[in-house]
């Protein structure tokens, strides 16, 4: 049974800083893409950050220069750092791993980030 869990959310001060973790077991072959997405209330889930397994990145634009994502294929694990949060980042973020040549989707459970004002 392939699981995601995620680390790492929390309260933060609008500029602060914080460290999400996702580390996957389970799978008999590599996710092709690890990601985060988020959700805050009354919005849809959107692609905030994701990264193959060659390294390629992709930022939304609203997080662009702010976040940065990074992934150990090693260790089955992706990162998301990010800087000079502010309080519209707010949201539940769920970590995302692909096995895409499968059609395979997988999801962690999600960890609320909160940024205040």
Known sequence: QVQLVESGGGLVQAGGS?????????????????????QAPGKQR???????SGGATNYADSV????????DNAKNTVHLQMNSLKPEDTAEYFCHGAISWAGRNYWGQGTQVTVSS
């Open 64 to 71: 662009k220069g702010r976040f940065t994502i990074s992934r």
């Open 18 to 38: 914080l460290r999400l973790s996702c580390a996957a077991s389970g799978s008999t072959f590599p996710f092709t893409v690890m990601g985060w997405y988020r």
């Open 46 to 52: 959107e692609l905030v950050a994701s990264v193959s």
